[in-house]
Structures are given as C-alpha cells and as structure tokens.
C-alpha cells in the first residue's frame, strides 16, 4: 500500500524555537513536495525536491530529501506565529500522481 | 496571475439532489486532478486527467460521481444523486510536465443535507 507518514501529526510550539516535521513514505519515489495549507483555505506549495539529498530553504523553513532511506524533513528555525498552517508533504508516484500525507497542524504561540 | 479557478465555492444542497462542481486549470497545464478533503479522511485523490484522456478514477465512487474534461480549459466533477456523506471540500489541482507540483484551486465546499 501507497503510504505517507508524517510525525508529528499536531505541534504547538513557541516563537523563537526551532523543530522539524518528518515525512516517511512507503515506496521508492524521485519527488517529494511540501504544501502549506492555512484554515479554510487552499493548498500552496512550498517545496519540491527532485534528488536525493536535495535541500531547499525558503525563509525559516528548510526542506530536505533523503530517497534511501525514504525520509523527507521540513525544519522551521525560529518560529514566528505567521507559519502557523497545516503542513502536508507528498511524494510522486507514477507519471504526476501525488500520494499526500495526513498533515502536520503546527502552532506557533507568541 | 496564473490561478486555477473553481465554482461554485459553496454549494447547500440536499440528498438526492444532483451537484456540479467546474474547473478551469492554469492555461497550458495539461493535467488536472480532482481531490476531496474531509477531516477524517484527509486528502483523497478521486481522479485525474491528462490532455483531457481520464488516467486514473479509482479513488472516486463510480456509481454517483463522474468526471469529465469537455475541453482543455474546462474540468467538472458531478455527484448525483448526492448523499450527506459526500459533504467535504473538493479541491481542483493542475499540473504541467512529470516533476512540476501541483498547483491547487480555492476548492468548493458541498454540504449536503
């Protein structure tokens, strides 16, 4: 079965601090994303990483890919309230098919 | 700006009642995909189609939902007869090329009562 986990599935965590969202998926896939979603809003994407040990950085956020050992991460370095969102991460499969992770709601209190 | 469009963005309606949902995807992608997100099951996948041609529907229930692309710059989903349980955010997503993300619309949410 197609999978993706991600750890942890809530956060709550202070301004200032630092942590990480983990992604672990079930297959060997080349592509992984990472989509931010804001209360009843759409999805925006926030990364894609196309090789393993990819690494990308927007802002306080840094994404990596590790494709061996099937692990993606999103680090947040000093938070700030405005990432407060659901983070999703998804991995490719097939020719442009997404296979999506349940979410991880972060939040960010002052 | 480059935006997938989607309509209606709220629809009330009630069981048994037929609902169209549209989507217009970003001019020149060539894939759409249609996903349903609810909270207990998260975001599903329900079908997606390149250059118009369905590749994948197993995620959607065949006996009251159908897809189709009447032309490159139109995508609808349909649920009929409508049930509560089909009340969810559906969301349209387009895409160019096999490594491109997916660029997501504001979704319409369908309450069915």
């Known amino acids: 079965e197609l999978k993706v986990e991600q750890n942890p599935l809530f956060l709550s965590m202070q301004e200032g601090k630092n942590y990480t969202i983990y992604c672990n998926y079930s297959t060997t896939s080349d592509r992984l994303y990472w989509y931010r979603q804001d209360p009843g809003k759409s999805l925006e994407s926030l990364f894609v990483?196309?090789?393993?040990?990819a690494v990308k950085q927007e802002g306080r956020l840094m994404a990596s890919l590790d494709t061996k050992a099937r692990l993606s991460t999103l680090h947040i370095t000093a938070a700030v309230h405005d990432l407060s969102a659901t983070y999703f991460c998804a991995f490719g499969q097939g020719a442009q098919k997404l296979v999506f992770g349940q979410g991880t709601r972060l939040t960010i209190n002052p | 700006d480059a935006r997938v469009t989607q309509t209606p963005r709220d629809k009330v309606t009630e069981m048994g009642q037929e609902v169209t949902m549209r989507c217009q995807p970003i001019?020149?992608?060539?894939?759409v995909f249609w996903y349903r997100q609810t909270m207990m099951q998260g975001l599903e996948l329900l079908a997606y189609f390149r250059n118009r041609a369905p590749l994948d529907d197993s995620g959607m229930p065949k006996d009251r939902f159908s897809a189709e692309m009447p032309d490159a710059t139109l995508a609808t989903l349909k649920i009929q007869p409508s049930e509560p349980r089909d009340s969810a955010v559906y969301f349209c997503?387009?895409?160019?090329?096999?490594?491109?993300?997916?660029?997501f619309g504001p979704g319409t949410r369908l309450t069915v009562l």
């Open positions: 990483l196309l090789s393993n040990g």
């Open positions: 001019l020149g992608h060539n894939t």
């Open positions: 997503a387009s895409g160019s090329g096999r490594a491109a993300e997916q660029f």
